[in-house]
């Protein structure tokens, strides 16, 4: 028996779609993000919660190196994705980013047609060898972001002229497009309406399927209702993570208990 | 515990345990005076304890209306999320037992006459003290918030079935040995179910208290004591 837990910690090490360990962010002198070690599952979601400023995006942002872009931050200890090093010195920050998409917080399609936007990725990677390559990519992207109904007669329409939850379901559909296995989202209903929220949770769920997905939220009840798996930050640190309906009914630590009931001061 | 951000809230839910801890009370007084009506044979006391019953029943309303709203209104997670449906669950347990009480104060009316016996009224008052401990103890550990006392409460509650099954076997002896007290000793009977239902509504109410401090289950190992479906 005492062994059990040994045995479990060793398969959750080996199935881990992401591996983060002991990972410092900062950014300049300030030290954003301190002693993060977290485990990933493959085929899941992962929601990060915590109030505004706990660092929550800036991990976020550590999974696919967004922070490179950043000239002050630096990031220390090591994150792996199906164990290989992501800050290794031969890892390409561009193939790595169409491993592991990105959806924001507000919908920001390219200022061209609904078809260009998602084959927009597919082009510069050359994942396609001909036209109608392209068309199947576009078409099959769109289908799984949930839009080709509403896509599919107006593809040279530009990508702005869609609704707000249209153009999220748009950059989903781009992420999609350049086959990721990862697709981190930052936010991703917080500029939409109730429906439309609905729509890209439902879709949240389906992708789940195929991708690995982590996603931050302010909103607890949008982390109760598309994440199996749930990580409270605050002031930097990862307070505790644990299944979502833990995390919702009976949180071990005092400060998720406060944040999720509404008592922060 | 630490205030809510919205005030508000934490007005509803002060207002959710108030009523719950208000039944609580009442509960407590409709069973121990049907059961003192019962004893005495006070048929007023009997009558004022079936009419204090439409109280219990309105409480146990209002606090479901109360719960329906909150979770529309607030969401509530966690702590707040175990503390208000345990109070749902809490304030069901009262109203039944509030139905238990009314019950006996009925039969009270019933058998309208004097106790052929004060050894049959002994079993039942006996019985009555130790539920009654049992309802104060899990009542108080609820307003306290103390899990460990109703882990205590629930551990209790084989004494209470152990003490009916005894009953319910003195009660059978009396009738067999003299027929004319059968009437009598059948309303005896269901009178001593009642309160052993009691206890068991108050063990509901220790296991929803545990969980509602602790998130946990209390694990329901114990062993059943009431043999009498055994030996009927």
């Known amino acids: ?265 | 515990m630490s205030e809510h951000t919205v005030s508000a809230y934490d007005q509803e839910l002060t207002e959710l345990a108030g009523k719950v801890a208000e039944m609580g009370g009442l509960a407590e007084k409709a069973f121990s005076d049907a059961v003192s009506s019962l004893v005495s044979q006070d048929l007023e006391l009997a009558k004022v304890t079936i009419q204090k019953d439409e109280r219990l029943d309105t409480l146990q309303q209002e606090v479901e209306v109360k719960l329906i709203e909150i979770i529309a209104r607030r969401q509530p997670m966690g702590q707040d999320l175990r503390e208000i449906t345990a109070a749902t669950r809490i304030a069901n347990d009262l109203e039944r037992i509030g139905d238990l009480a009314k019950n006996v104060a009925k039969r009270v009316i019933a058998i309208d006459s004097d106790l052929q016996s004060k050894k049959l009224a002994i079993g039942v008052e006996h019985m009555t003290e130790l539920t009654l401990s049992q309802l104060k103890l899990v009542l108080d550990a609820y307003t306290r918030r103390d899990a460990e006392a109703a882990r205590r409460v629930q551990e209790a509650d084989a004494e209470v079935d152990a003490i009916y099954t005894s009953l319910f076997r003195e009660l059978l002896t009396y009738m067999m040995e003299d027929p004319r007290v059968i009437t009598q000793c059948v309303h005896l009977l269901f009178c001593a179910k009642n309160i052993e239902r009691i206890g068991d509504h108050a063990t509901n109410i220790a296991e929803n208290v545990y969980y509602m401090v602790t998130g946990e289950r209390l694990p329901e190992d114990r062993v059943k004591m009431d043999e009498t479906t055994f030996s009927a």
């Open chain 1, 1 to 265: 028996m005492n062994e059990m837990p040994n045995l479990e910690q060793a398969s959750a090490m080996t199935t881990s779609k992401i591996s983060a360990n002991n990972v410092q962010v900062y950014y300049g002198d300030t030290h954003a993000i301190r002693d993060v070690n977290i485990e990933i599952q493959p085929q899941s979601v992962t929601a990060f919660i915590g109030p505004s400023g706990c660092g929550k995006s800036t991990f976020l942002r550590t999974l696919n190196r967004m922070n490179d872009t950043i000239d002050i931050c630096r990031v220390e200890g090591t994150i792996t994705i199906d164990g290989e090093d992501i800050y290794n010195a031969k890892v390409d920050p561009v193939q790595l980013r169409a491993k592991v998409g990105m959806v924001f917080q507000k919908p920001n399609p390219f200022p061209k047609s609904i078809y260009d936007n998602v084959a927009y990725g597919p082009r510069i990677h050359g994942l396609a060898r001909n036209k109608a390559e392209l068309d199947d990519i576009v078409a099959s992207s769109l289908q799984k972001a949930g839009l080709w109904e509403e896509a599919k007669d107006r593809l040279d329409e530009p990508g702005t002229g869609m609704s707000g939850g249209q153009q999220q379901r748009l950059c989903i559909a781009r992420a999609i497009a350049v086959s990721p296995e990862v697709i981190l989202m930052d936010e991703p209903c917080s500029a939409l309406d109730p429906i439309a929220t609905a729509k890209v949770e439902e879709l949240i769920d389906e992708l789940r399927e195929n991708y690995t997905i982590v996603i931050v939220t302010h909103s607890m009840q949008q982390a109760a209702r598309v994440s199996q798996r749930t990580a409270f930050f605050h002031m930097g640190v990862l307070v505790e993570e644990g299944p979502t309906e833990d995390i919702f009914t009976n949180p071990k630590d005092k400060r998720t208990q406060d944040y999720i009931t509404g008592r922060f001061g």
